[in-house]
């Protein structure tokens, strides 16, 4: 059974900064590009990041230079990094999973970051 689990989200003042994490199981994690979205109340989920199984990376244009995904392959684990954050950065963040091989995807619960003042 594939899962996997999201955590490290909280209330965070603006200009401050928060690490998600996320850990996955019942997969062979180094064949999965690994991403994370965000969801707003009233918007679309949209995708923040994404670290491949190789290792590159993409940002969404908002995050860029202010957000880091990584990965720990010994841990089945990919981290964001979140600095600077923004109160329009306040969302649902989900972590998702796409296998390189057969193209199962994956979504954990969700962890609440919330921006404010």
């Known amino acids: 059974q594939v899962q996997l689990a999201e955590s490290g989200g909280g209330l965070v003042q603006p200009g401050g900064s928060l690490e998600l994490s996320c850990a996955a199981s019942g997969i062979i994690f180094s064949i999965n590009d690994m991403c994370w979205y965000r969801q707003a109340p009233g918007k679309q989920r949209e995708l923040v990041a994404v670290i491949t199984n190789g290792g590159s990376t993409n940002y969404a244009e908002s995050v860029k230079g202010r957000f880091t995904i990584s990965r720990d392959n010994a841990k089945n684990t990919v981290y964001l990094q979140m600095n600077s954050l923004k109160p329009e950065d306040t969302a649902v963040y989900y972590c998702?999973?796409?296998?390189?091989?057969?193209?199962?995807?994956?979504w954990g619960q969700g962890t609440q970051v919330t921006v404010s003042s």
């Open positions: 998702n999973r796409v296998s390189v091989v057969d193209g199962r995807s994956t």
